[in-house]
């Protein structure tokens, strides 16, 4: 795969944000994530070569950060916060849901490919726990009832009503969280 | 949300039913009258000296005056500077910055550009944590409405002054919300906390004279010069703690959330009677005043004012301003550890005793809270949190340690009984099956 192709437009907007090059590393990255939900070894090489780096300096950059995905995910990547201020509203029970419903713990996906279950840290959303993220959504005040539904909305549509937001477009005007 | 009893400033747009936080919607309430006030027409020093009146403090964690922060930059230097707006929030805890973003993109926009005026930076960076997607997207939006309309970009309003603003996208490091560490991120680095000084007011983004403000701190711009320096000084616990903060109220309250309130009310009418009170029958047993990283409060502590001198005094800080609410029959050596926890995970590794610290503290705590801890244990937390604050190159190393030091303080019985639990389980299996009863 070739991303200096696929990706042109993306990658001259990103590049002509930044007076150094390097500082585009992370969103060549993130863009590199799309393809496949993780960063190959092609992608950051070819990378390195974009912004005239060596691959070490973007695998150090790369490896540092949580969001930045080195191995497999499933196509659904469930992060269920953990720290306490979840904890102290049910987070746990949350995880305990999602190990029987998926059959997997954290750490692992489960064998279809599509859900990867994983206990974070905090995620900014203490007032609205306990909360999960699945790919780019956050999924707030849950009950099992909810989780429920969340997973049968992505087994069979790929995505969920139940999501916060999106608060500025029009058809959701003035919803609250 | 309770009767709103004290006017609203920041959240004021977003709690108007209807209110999308759209361009248009943003300046039907006002929205980019300060930035036509002053772009052009009030020399930029004009600008700093107005917040320094002010006396607004940042509202990132630090509390350091923001106009102070300023004046840092060196005044004859001709070249580039930037501003970096911190929206890496991820303070445990707190959770105002991501709801200014999400619902009154425009406002933190016009406080950008603001600032971006006041201290000559054409360059500005939104540097907001990786998780928030929907946030990032709705500042996008944003931007391409307010460079549409001319209030952002190249040649503002036509008064010849240019600030541009971009969004970029943090990958999930708690460390990136520490300004040097955010800099190091922005370059396309690990972000590792700088060796200080140089500060960034000299050396910052990529080596040249850099701010970098919190959200909610450059949110308040546009109010104080709408309204005056005066105005705002007069809110809040004049004249150290001025105007008002958005706490982040978690934790087991009947109404967690955020809520606008004057500094300086007491603890005690933010958690009873703005967050409605205790959820169920269990009294209040703890709190935390400032994020995670604050050390914890008992309930002797509720007449204590939310302002930054009398947290401090008492024993904590008000830090980001996320307080979370604890009830009694909560293990404190167990909230405590998840917290433990939490810093083990986000230590970047940098310094040893914050590195090795963090995982000899989890370790610890675990065999604690899993009831095999040892009769050494207490002393070994002490010594070590002992050896590890004060003693990296960054805050992190202090922060870690408060919710261990704090709960030892106000609990240590918790511990000992957790410790007690073992030794007699051990005593058992000490004695010979055959000679128990």
Known sequence: MNLAEKYKDEIADILSRYPVRRSALIPLLYLAQQENGFITEGAMIEIAGMLKLTPPQVYETATFYT????????????????????????????????????????????????????????LAACGTGPMMQINDDYYERLTEEKVDRILADLRTTGTSSMKSGPFMWPDRAGARV | MAAQKYELILLKNMSQPGYTGSLADYEQTGGYQALRKILGKVPPAEVTATVMK??????????????????FLPKDYQGTRYLCCNADESEPGTFKDRQLMERDPHQLLEGIVLAGYAIGAESTYIYIRGEMVLGSRILEQALAEARKAGYVGKNILGTGVHVDIWVHRGAGAYICGEETALLESLEGKRGLPRVKPPFPATH??????????????????????????????????????????????????????NYEVPMGVTFRELIYDQAGGMRGEKPLKAFIPGGASAPFLTPEHLDVKLDFESVAAAGSMLGSGGVTIMEEGTSMVWAALRLMEFFYHESCGKCSPCREGSSWLVQTMRRIVAKQGRAQDLETLSD??????????????????????????????????????????NLIKSIPVGARH
């Open chain 1, 67 to 122: 969001m930045l995905n080195l191995k497999k995910v499933g196509k659904f990547h469930i992060q269920i916060c953990k720290s306490l201020m979840c904890a102290l509203v049910g987070s746990d029970t949350v995880i305990g849901w999602m190990k029987t419903k998926l059959g997997i713990g954290p750490g692992e996906t489960t064998a279809d490919g599509l859900f990867t279950l994983t206990a974070v840290e905090c």
């Open chain 2, 54 to 71: 002010s006396g607004l403090r940042g509202r990132g964690g630090a509390g350091f005056p923001t106009g102070v922060k300023w004046g």
């Open chain 2, 204 to 257: 910052g983004l990529y080596d040249k004279p850099t701010v970098v403000n919190n959200v909610e701190t450059l949110a308040n711009l546009p109010h104080i010069i709408n309204r005056g320096p005066e105005w705002f000084a007069s809110i809040g616990s004049p004249p150290k703690s001025t105007g008002t903060r958005i706490f982040c109220v978690s934790g087991h309250v009947k109404r967690p959330g």
């Open chain 2, 384 to 425: 070590l949190c002992k050896n590890i604050a004060g003693r990296t190159v960054c805050a992190f190393g202090d922060a870690e340690v408060a919710p261990i030091m704090s709960t030892l303080k106000h609990w240590r019985q918790e511990y000992v009984a957790l410790i007690h639990e073992a030794e007699a389980a």
